[in-house]
């Protein structure tokens, strides 16, 4: 592996010494996250007038990944998202994307194809127009920097957006803007996107007396703040939602970010019980548990399963156009209340460490060398019938955020 990564890391270094310099142009950026939105100037000075108040993006990533071990190393599409969005009268916008490299089959909840984060539309309405409605499918307004963060930047998930949060969703939000720094928000949403049914199915479990929430629902409710000097920025949500009848989860979600000149950096930290472990993340190692006692065991979806999560990412400009990114997380998971296995039964550790350069100072566009490691432990006495996983990875290649128009 040593051989590939110091051929991957000359690639990189030699493309940013035959970059050729450019005249800046003024360009229109937009922010693809659910919580904010920046706009500068347009890419295009005579744009037709029905295209004046529209905007495309294009959100690409690619890269060579070398794995550690027996793993097959390959070219990945890692993103490939499609934007269209913008006003067409004043005060009513809307917003659509697709990810272009996700399956266009239909969810059975929803009806939505898993391929489509955004398409909804957001109106502005009362005294001083603070108030607004967002009715479609959205982004969850969970207290998430690492979910806010434009996914094109976001090299490697944390399992509470990959797997543990219902993060585009089908919803109704109704914000208020206190102020320029201040607002607060209220979402109701779908609390999963598959049926209770198509997921016992999708997981292969066993049905145990189990039964769907007769109002499969939830609701966020958030406050998006900034403060000393929009230094920092926090994303704070609490979330209640049914996908099991009498069984209620909780959750709180606390997202905090630093924003300076040449350095940013977010620490969001998160609790929630699941009252059934619909999301699938802990039961798989209590189900193994389980038959390796009983080999006739059912599989089923554990009850009472609690996440807590904490993961921080930093970026520093060290000398312009050249950035150093590392993040880290820690997730574990506990199971509660009678017959439980105990806290922290299953861990995940991740860490990353990498090296961006960007070739044009005036595009969004950045060369990228990073090394990721993650590694799940278990704990207790699912230890003896679950088997570290480990995962090291290379990874070099090309980001590019295109503002089409």
């Not at 904010?36 to 060579?64: C, G, Q, T, V, Y």
């Not at 803007?177 to 999963?192: A, E, G």
């Amino acid at each position: 592996m040593k051989k590939n990564v110091l051929f991957a890391l000359s690639l990189l270094i030699a493309s940013s010494s035959l970059t050729a310099q450019t005249s800046e142009k003024p360009r229109l950026h937009h922010d693809t996250t659910s919580a904010a939105r920046e706009e500068s100037a347009p890419l295009f000075k005579n744009k037709p007038d029905i295209l004046e108040n529209i905007h495309m993006n294009f959100l690409l990533r690619s890269s060579l990944e070398i794995p550690d071990g027996e793993a097959q190393s390959r070219l990945k599409m890692n993103e490939a998202r499609f934007e269209v969005l913008g006003t067409i009268v004043p005060d009513l916008d809307f917003r659509v994307r697709w990810r272009i490299n996700q399956s266009h089959n239909p969810k059975s909840q929803d009806n939505s194809p898993g391929s489509l984060d955004i398409a909804s539309v957001n109106y502005k309405f009362g005294k001083d127009k603070k108030w607004s409605v967002n009715a479609g499918k959205q982004g969850a307004y969970v207290g998430s920097w690492e979910f806010e963060n434009n996914p094109t930047f976001e090299y490697q998930y944390s399992e509470f957006i990959n797997y543990q949060t219902n993060i585009f969703l089908m919803a109704v939000k109704l914000g208020y803007q206190v102020n320029n720094n201040h607002s607060f928000h209220l979402q109701l949403h779908n609390t999963y996107n598959e049926t209770f049914y198509t997921t016992y199915v999708n997981a292969g479990y066993d049905f145990t007396g189990q039964n769907p929430a007769k109002t499969p629902l939830g609701v966020y409710v958030s406050w998006l703040g900034k403060m000393f000097d929009q230094k920092y920025h926090t994303f704070w949500s609490y979330n209640v939602s049914q996908f099991a009848s009498g069984k209620t989860n909780h959750s709180f979600a606390l997202g905090n970010k630093l924003v300076l000149d040449r350095f940013k950096a977010y620490l969001d930290l998160q609790y929630s019980g699941l009252g059934m472990d619909y999301v699938n993340i802990g039961s798989p190692a209590i189900n193994a548990y389980r038959r390796n006692i009983d080999p006739g065991a059912t599989r089923i979806f554990a009850d009472n399963i609690n996440y807590k999560s904490a993961i921080l990412r930093m970026d520093y400009e060290f000398v312009p156009r050249w950035f150093v990114t590392a993040k880290g997380y820690y997730e574990a998971a506990s199971q509660t209340g009678s017959n439980n296995v105990g806290n922290n039964f299953r861990e995940n550790i991740g860490f990353l460490a990498g090296l961006e350069f960007q070739p044009i100072s005036s595009q969004q566009m950045k060369m990228f060398a990073y090394y990721y490691n993650n590694t799940v432990n278990y704990n207790n006495v699912v230890a003896a019938a679950n088997a570290q996983q480990k995962l090291n990875l290379f990874s070099v290649g090309v980001l590019y955020f295109v503002n089409a128009f």
